[in-house]
């Protein structure tokens, strides 16, 4: 009987970690509140005593996760009122903690809450990627600085098909805030990982939150403090000035991916240029917030964490054999700084969005799987499908340059939480010379 007593507990415990494991993965990953799921099995809301309640909590808002990398204010404070508000409506008797974080969220300062915060995505191998966003899709006239569903799909349809990965060089066109470049690099064990973007805050950011997830604590503590205090010091500035061009360029949060059917790059970036030009005529230290921008393109030199490789525009996160980290622009493609990369593989998600970028992705796919760098990568594009135009273009642009396609199985299982109503297509693509694939 006593046998059987702990066995029945034994499997109760397990559901109840498999319970806050999925609301603490939602929360972590900010998944809109009104589409919050608490499973028939959940902790909440029917017969949660006050353990469980306590339980939640420190899984979520209270947790040692969320006080190093805290979700958005404005979240945290969605979350536990519409944890009461579930509670109260089942006549549950709530415990003291739960009013007592509500009301310290309350207190809490908003600190550019709405610009950038923290998100966290839970891998299967128990690994977490903590990435710094903007709350917004559309930002300071580009759509990097927050994580989109192509990306999420790609990186589990990656951890199906490791042995594509494993021990390979592989290259990301336009990396955004890092996510699928990290995840990859968590779970799969390959050669190296170059990330790339060009977009100045965006690169800064990827900068950050590859340091976050990577850098060698001990390597920090061995730097000079006056050459960490310079590096931070910058780091600070750019935030600042990041985080205000936020504010003030701020648009409204979409959560719903099916509310965005066409982005226009060439508006977003012309908007934002204006609204730069009206802000810093109003604000009284622009002038020396314009330097730091100005110097953006030299914080990778300058930072004590990054080494260039054999002098070319490719940095090394120190003491990371696999890491690294380069300035790309499509339309100036550097073949210097590709060859020092010899991907074997290169991959890409959401980077088909705009008619007008597409001859030189293309252009880029092209030059990197022709086999002109010595090497013969295959790549691997993951696609949510917002415009049907736009994919078509860009499936006949990949045609008029002789490459050849395929669209490919999703992943079996779903890992993140993510809006797929709008189909997300991944496509491998290689050059009919690659003799390693079959024609």
Not at 19 to 36: K, N, Y
Not at 240 to 258: F, G, M, T, Y
Not at 317 to 331: A, C, G, I, P, Y
Request: glycine residues 2%; aromatic residues 8%; contains cysteine.
């Amino acid at each position: 009987m006593l046998k059987m007593a702990t066995s029945i507990r034994k499997v109760t415990d397990e559901n109840n970690e498999e319970i806050l494991h999925h609301i603490s993965m939602q929360f972590f990953q900010m998944v809109p509140i009104r589409r919050f799921q608490w499973t028939e099995k959940s902790l909440c809301p029917v017969n949660i005593g006050i353990e469980e309640q306590q339980a939640v909590l420190e899984a979520t808002v209270s947790s040692t996760q969320c006080k190093k990398y805290p979700t958005s204010l404005s979240y945290r404070r969605s979350f536990v009122k519409h944890l009461i508000q579930k509670l109260e409506d089942s006549d549950v008797e709530l415990c003291d903690e739960i009013y007592e974080a509500y009301t310290d969220l309350l207190q809490e300062r908003d600190e550019g809450d709405d610009t950038l915060c923290y998100k966290s995505y839970f891998l299967p191998n128990k690994e977490i990627v903590n990435l710094q966003e903007s709350v917004h899709i559309i930002s300071q006239g580009t759509t990097g600085l927050s994580t989109w569903q192509a990306a999420l799909h790609l990186a589990e349809w990656s951890f199906e098909h490791k042995s594509l990965l494993e021990n390979k060089n592989v290259l990301e066109l336009g990396s955004g805030l890092g996510f699928l470049g990290i995840a990859l690099c968590k779970q799969c064990q390959m050669n190296s990982f170059t990330f790339s973007d060009f977009h100045p805050q965006v690169l800064f950011l990827l900068m950050k939150n590859i340091e976050i997830n990577f850098l060698n604590k001990q390597y920090s503590l061995e730097c000079s403090p006056q050459v960490l205090e310079n590096c931070e010091s910058k780091g600070r500035k750019m935030l600042k000035k990041i985080k205000r061009q936020l504010s003030v360029n701020k648009e409204p949060a979409i959560e719903d991916s099916c509310e965005i059917m066409q982005i226009s790059y060439s508006s977003m970036v012309s908007s934002m240029d204006k609204d730069l030009q009206e802000m810093d005529e109003q604000e009284v230290c622009s002038e020396q917030e314009e330097e730091v921008n100005d110097s953006n393109d030299q914080l990778l030199s300058s930072s004590s964490h990054w080494s260039p490789l054999n002098d070319s525009n490719v940095y090394v996160l120190n003491h990371s054999k696999t890491v690294r980290l380069m300035k790309f622009d499509w339309e100036f493609c550097d073949r210097k700084d590709l060859s020092e990369i010899q991907p074997d593989v290169v991959v890409a998600a959401d980077v088909v969005y705009d008619k007008s970028i597409i001859p030189f992705l293309v252009q880029v796919l092209y030059q990197l799987l022709s086999g002109a760098l010595g090497s013969w990568p295959v790549a691997y594009i993951a696609s949510t499908v917002r415009n049907e135009d736009t994919r078509d273009h860009f499936l006949v642009a990949l045609g008029s340059k002789g490459l050849r396609y395929e669209i490919l199985d999703p992943p079996t299982e779903k890992i993140f939480h993510y809006d797929d109503i709008i189909p997300i297509e991944i496509l491998r693509i290689w050059h009919p010379s690659n003799k390693a694939v079959k024609n």
